[in-house]
């Protein structure tokens, strides 16, 4: 069991609509920080750790900030995402390069940078020489293929298209010291949203075991190892939140066992945790505008699937409350939707609630106006950064709850102006103007 709380309540939100209209993300910064004070002090029995954050799944600056403020670093996969990082003031090895199928130009930002460059191909070792030149310090990914079990969302990896090949990596090591590049690293990632303590230990093992084989093979001491990301959090409420220190033990054990016997210390551990840093901790806030009943009863929210795909693209569950209903009896058995024009947009299916009151419901002499606040849960990582434009659907903005209890906008939400800004038109008046 794990609770699934919401850090204001009906009278907060009430107030809080006045400035910021639904739907909007909420972010708990001081639950961040919290969280992130835990990961470092299970991770401290370590001689140097730190978690390079996934921007992909949080990437807005202003929480880039907090974690930086952490000392946390970020892992990013694109230009843009080194752009984010440098915006929040991660420089240097701090920020890792952590792509794939990589363009030069994005290789080029991050040389510029000093951030760890992680190879994602054997090719890439000559594709990168050629074009930007090699650095003293290169990571490498890899792919374990079938030796390592799959996992739902990456899959088996052996069908997964990321890393070198054990025969590969090793090869890439031996070649980069060749061409003088000094400081090496190891990298993988093989699961996605993946609570099993015991694979992310078994993962670590792996690595451990390949760093020694690297050692005896290249004669290269890695600098250190990135267990890359893909805990996963507790998204049901049956489910348990992982336990770092139970996690931690089981990676200390393997590196007291693998790597100190073999001379390989201090080795720097190195993660990517993306969303068990900022998953729990925010919201997608939505209200409901209508209700309809036919075969089923759906209830339709002001958000859809173009605001959180993560229902749609993988059959996820999202916990879903009703603030001011929190115990009130499950009563009501709806499909949770969005207005979008695709059966799959649907943020819970046949799902138990207590019975909601849509906007389209209230006759002008109620009080509060609109519909029921209808909270959807553990959106605070790989959520709005999913969200996309499709039927011309306005992506939602961003709030982040302070600790000191205030709320700031942190993304303004889209406009219809922001959806025609790529469009080479002039202005949407204009436009329309010339069509007549
Ligand atoms: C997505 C991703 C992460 C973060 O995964 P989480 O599940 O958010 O922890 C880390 N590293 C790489 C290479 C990724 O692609």
């Known amino acids: 069991m794990n609770n699934k709380y919401f850090p204001l309540d009906k009278i907060k939100l009430e107030e809080l609509i006045q400035k910021y209209p639904t739907p909007f993300y909420i972010y708990d910064e001081g639950a961040i920080i919290d969280n992130v004070r835990r990961i470092k002090a299970a991770f401290s029995v370590f001689p140097s750790y730190k978690n390079h954050f996934a921007v992909k799944a949080l990437p807005n600056p202003y929480i880039l900030k907090i974690l930086a403020a952490q000392g946390f670093g970020a892992d990013c996969a694109s230009f843009p995402e080194l752009l984010l990082a440098d915006a929040a003031g991660m420089q240097g090895e701090d920020v890792m390069l952590t792509s794939n199928e990589t363009p030069a130009n994005e290789y080029n930002a991050a040389m510029k940078n000093g951030a760890v460059i992680n190879l994602d191909d054997f090719s890439h070792i000559e594709f990168l020489e050629k074009n930007c030149g090699l650095p003293q310090l290169i990571s490498m990914r890899y792919n374990p293929g079938p030796i390592k079990e799959g996992n739902v969302i990456i899959g088996k990896p052996e069908e997964a298209k990321y890393g070198l090949t054990h025969e590969q990596i090793i090869r890439g090591y031996s070649l980069l010291k060749e061409k ?196 959807i849960h553990d959106a605070g990582a790989h959520g709005r950064a999913m969200g996309f434009n499709y039927n011309g659907k306005l992506r939602c903005g961003e709030l982040l709850l302070r600790t000191d209890g205030s709320v700031v906008q942190i993304r303004r939400p889209e406009t219809a102006e922001d959806y025609f800004a790529t469009l080479d038109i002039g202005g949407v008046e204009e436009f329309l103007g010339g069509t007549k």
């Not at 066992?257 to 551990?269: D, F, Q, R």
Request: charged share 20%.
């Open 180 to 375: 003088g590049v000094k400081r090496f690293a190891l990298h993988t990632m093989v699961a996605s949203n993946e609570l099993s303590v015991p694979y992310h230990i078994e993962t670590a093992r792996m690595l451990f075991e390949l760093a020694v084989e690297v050692l005896n093979k290249t004669g290269i001491r890695l600098e250190f190892i990135n267990l890359g990301g893909g805990v996963g959090i507790p998204y049901h409420p049956d489910q348990e939140a992982v336990d770092y220190n139970v996690l931690v033990d089981g990676i200390q054990k393997a590196y007291n066992e693998i790597l100190i016997p073999a001379g390989l210390v201090p080795m720097g551990i190195r993660t990517e945790w993306g969303r068990v840093v900022t998953g729990p901790y925010g919201w997608l806030v939505t209200r409901a505008v209508h209700k309809k009943e036919i075969y089923r009863n759906y209830i339709a929210l002001d958000a859809s699937m173009a605001d959180l795909m993560r229902p749609a693209l993988y059959g996820a569950y999202h916990h879903i409350t009703i603030p001011g209903k929190e115990n009130a009896p499950l009563t009501e058995t709806y499909d949770v939707v969005g207005s979008l024009c695709e059966n799959n947009d649907k943020f819970a299916i046949q799902r138990q609630l207590p019975k909601i009151l849509t906007t389209a419901e209230i006759t002008s002499t109620d009080v509060e106006g609109a519909g029921d606040f209808v909270v």
